[in-house]
């Protein structure tokens, strides 16, 4: 089989890592090859935080070349426009309606860039917005809006529902695992 590259992008505080672990759990419970990595940056203050996932027959990497990513999951609309040049062409993207203001530009709103989707969808990337985080208010906590956009993502890969549940169930705490799997199943009933 072919290697799937995920990319995986927020700012801290988001979840990003956890999403990377939990689609790394699944394609690993799914029979794949996997490997991964995690880059940090100044997550504590609200920095980019990336997730390389890959898994397929045998992956060599975990990191994903320029323009070799299948698919990106962008808890943050920036931080989709930003990693767009690891996408191959026509990639999909499943990204959160959501803005966070880079730290040290806090005074100046304007400087973040509009139309985000429209650039993104002029390069001919498909996409699929969602606000996350009100549904993730709906299932019980902002918090979990990194799991109802894996809901989303999920449709696009060779991985079951139920690995997927019994990924999340090992990977969160006990006392938010119904929250989470409602925030997951909303995600998969989620369409554009």
Same mark, same amino acid.
């Given at each position: 089989? !072919?290697? #799937?590259?995920?990319?995986?992008?927020?700012?801290?505080?988001?979840?990003?890592?956890?999403?990377? %672990?939990?689609?790394?759990?699944?394609?690993?419970?799914?029979g794949?090859?996997?490997?991964?990595n995690?880059?940090?940056?100044?997550? !504590? %203050?609200?920095?980019?935080?990336?997730?390389?996932? %890959?898994?397929?027959? &045998?992956?060599?990497?975990?990191?994903?070349?320029?323009?070799? =990513?299948?698919? +990106?999951?962008? +808890?943050?609309?920036?931080?989709?426009?930003?990693?767009?040049?690891?996408?191959?062409?026509g990639?999909s993207?499943? +990204?959160?309606?959501?803005?966070?203001?880079?730290?040290?530009?806090?005074?100046?709103?304007?400087? $973040?860039?509009?139309? #985000? %989707?429209? &650039?993104?969808?002029?390069? !001919?990337?498909?996409?699929? =917005?969602?606000?996350? !985080?009100?549904?993730? /208010?709906?299932?019980?906590?902002?918090? #979990?809006?990194?799991?109802?956009?894996?809901?989303?993502?999920?449709?696009?890969?060779?991985?079951?529902?139920?690995?997927?549940?019994e990924?999340?169930?090992?990977?969160?705490?006990?006392?938010?695992?119904?929250?989470? /799997?409602?925030?997951?199943?909303?995600?998969?009933? $989620?369409?554009?």
């Open positions: 089989m !072919q290697t #799937i590259s995920v990319l995986i992008t927020g700012v801290g505080g988001q979840g990003t890592i956890l999403a990377g %672990r939990v689609l790394a759990k699944c394609a690993m419970n799914a794949f090859d996997v490997k991964a995690e880059l940090h940056g100044m997550a !504590q %203050r609200g920095g980019s935080v990336t997730c390389h996932v %890959r898994f397929g027959g &045998k992956v060599f990497s975990p990191m994903i070349p320029a323009g070799e =990513a299948d698919l +990106m999951l962008a +808890m943050e609309e920036l931080e989709a426009l930003r990693y767009l040049a690891h996408m191959k062409k990639a993207i499943v +990204m959160n309606k959501r803005n966070i203001m880079p730290a040290g530009l806090e005074k100046t709103p304007e400087a $973040y860039p509009k139309a #985000i %989707r429209d &650039k993104i969808e002029e390069l !001919q990337f498909k996409i699929i =917005a969602l606000d996350a !985080q009100k549904i993730a /208010l709906e299932c019980g906590s902002i918090k #979990i809006e990194n799991i109802v956009l894996l809901g989303v993502l999920s449709k696009q890969l060779p991985i079951t529902e139920d690995i997927w549940q990924a999340i169930k090992t990977s969160v705490p006990p006392k938010t695992v119904e929250m989470n /799997l409602l925030a997951f199943e909303r995600g998969r009933k $989620y369409s554009n």
